[in-house]
């Protein structure tokens, strides 16, 4: 039977895509793992892949189309038992127009189109286990028992996501409803009602929002609308920062690493997360996640909004491999090339404005995580050294933090151990 392929959810806050390139045409053949398709989500662009193996037969969302709802039927391909189906689907549309161009297709459509709908997939369901050869092949490997699993592919059949986790049987009754959802675009409307209240004589454009746009609006409304934030700010001398720096880039020149500021605070973060484990937390409703690891999320802004990839392990790694890691992450994330582990999760994050001179801003948390720290512009200020007032290199950091899972004196516990590691810095490469 047909194997109708959807349009995926590749991450978990996607909604909608833009179908940025087909691999295939109409005709060729596709197996288990081939790369059908570039879908563009809300983060990066991402290869799509076959789950099932057959002839693609029809293509039924053209390249470059913005805003397809995720469950939307974008191609068809035939499976293994569809050799005789699709030339004889062929066939009968062409026979139908002939006998009359008017009268005739009013009652020959609907005679047609129960027939082979209903009646052929009822046939094959109740007579054997229908399944994709990926999914048969794996069964068997493992020893599943394909009769005791429910499939969420087209008119039930078993795919590979369905031996993979059971409660994804569950979709394969919505999987039908899914063209219901067809109303979705009725939604569409609104966008362009929504211009009308802007009306102005003033000359202006009006720049459509990006997939990108679009959830960073959702995701920070809902942040600070549900998360109730609260803000601690430091005052932390750089100038031994700066100094370790120095002399770690002129070691490392060799090898061809430069350390940046920022390298230097991602490791503080993770190293004071650990010092203070009571901020390195998520509010789950009824639970407290603690998280026995740092992965900072860094920002990085990329053409039509920001993306935050992770360090993962940054209590543990060496500054030059954050470095590394880092020009890494950034590098693939402003090409859109970041694989959804990348920039989903991470246990706090690190925003870095200091390069605009911005002294001090309080950032938005990134639910689920706890705290993000956002990082001013380090400046010559009066500071207090050795009992004495001088002249110091000074940055303003201020931490925002979810009151739900973090208090005040923990998050104070924190800040503390932040600008502890940044003032006297050796402790970053102990």
Same mark, same amino acid.
């Given at each position: 039977m047909p194997i109708q392929i959807k349009m995926p959810a590749l991450s978990p806050t996607m909604e909608e895509g833009t179908l940025a390139k087909w691999l295939v045409k109409v005709g060729d053949k596709v197996s288990s793992g081939d790369i059908m398709a570039e879908i563009e989500t809300d983060k990066a662009t991402m290869e799509f892949e076959a789950v099932d193996e057959g002839v693609v037969v029809a293509i039924d969302v053209a390249e470059g189309t913005e805003g397809?709802?995720?469950?939307?039927?974008? %191609?068809?391909? @035939?499976?293994?038992?569809?050799?005789?189906?699709?030339? %004889?689907? @062929?066939?009968?549309? @062409?026979? %139908?127009?002939? #006998? @009359?161009?008017?009268?005739?297709?009013?009652?020959?459509? #609907?005679?047609?189109?129960?027939?082979?709908?209903? %009646?052929?997939?009822?046939?094959?369901?109740?007579? $054997?286990?229908?399944?994709?050869?990926?999914?048969? +092949?794996?069964?068997?490997?493992?020893?599943i028992d394909l009769s005791t699993v429910a499939g969420s592919g087209p008119h039930g059949r078993i795919i590979k996501a369905d031996l993979d986790a059971a409660p994804a049987a569950a979709v394969a009754a919505p999987a039908v409803a899914a063209p219901v959802a067809a109303p979705a675009p009725a939604a569409a409307p609104a966008p362009a009602a929504a211009p009308a209240p802007f009306s102005t004589d003033?000359?202006?454009?009006?720049?459509?929002?990006?997939?990108? $746009?679009?959830?960073?609006? +959702? $995701?920070?409304?809902?942040?600070?609308?549900?998360?109730?934030?609260?803000?601690?700010?430091?005052?932390?001398?750089?100038?031994?920062?700066?100094?370790? +720096?120095?002399?770690?880039?002129?070691?490392?020149?060799?090898?061809?690493?430069?350390?940046?500021?920022?390298?230097?605070l991602i490791k503080a973060l993770g190293k004071a997360l650990m010092l203070a484990p009571d901020a390195n937390v998520s509010f789950a409703g009824d639970n407290l996640i603690r998280y026995s690891r740092a992965d900072i999320a860094v920002a990085v802004s990329i053409p039509g909004g920001l993306i935050t990839p992770i360090v993962t392990g940054a209590d543990v790694k060496s500054i030059s491999t954050i470095q590394k890691d880092m020009a890494d992450l950034a590098a693939r994330a402003k090409a859109g090339k970041l694989a959804p582990h990348e920039y989903q999760g991470g246990t706090a994050s690190l925003s870095n404005l200091g390069m605009f001179g911005i002294k001090q801003f309080e950032a938005v948390i990134n639910p689920p995580q706890g705290m993000i720290m956002a990082i001013g512009a380090g400046e010559k200020r009066p500071y207090v050294i050795d009992d004495a007032l001088g002249i110091a290199t000074v940055m303003s950091a201020t931490g925002s933090f979810d009151h739900r899972a973090i208090d005040g004196a923990e998050g104070a516990q924190l800040m503390q151990a932040f600008k502890t590691l940044i003032e006297a810095p050796l402790a970053l490469v102990a």
């Open positions: 397809v709802k995720v469950g939307t039927v974008i %191609a068809t391909i @035939a499976g293994e038992d569809d050799d005789e189906a699709v030339p %004889a689907a @062929a066939a009968a549309p @062409a026979a %139908a127009p002939a #006998p @009359a161009p008017v009268a005739a297709p009013v009652a020959a459509a #609907p005679a047609a189109v129960p027939a082979p709908v209903v %009646a052929a997939p009822a046939a094959p369901a109740g007579d $054997r286990i229908v399944a994709s050869p990926l999914a048969k +092949r794996i069964a068997g490997e493992k020893g003033i000359p202006h454009e009006a720049v459509k929002l990006s997939s990108m $746009r679009k959830t960073i609006a +959702r $995701r920070l409304t809902e942040a600070k609308a549900t998360v109730p934030h609260y803000y601690l700010t430091v005052d932390i001398s750089l100038d031994k920062l700066l100094k370790l +720096r120095a002399e770690l880039n002129s070691a490392l020149a060799g090898e061809g690493v430069k350390l940046s500021v920022n390298d230097l």
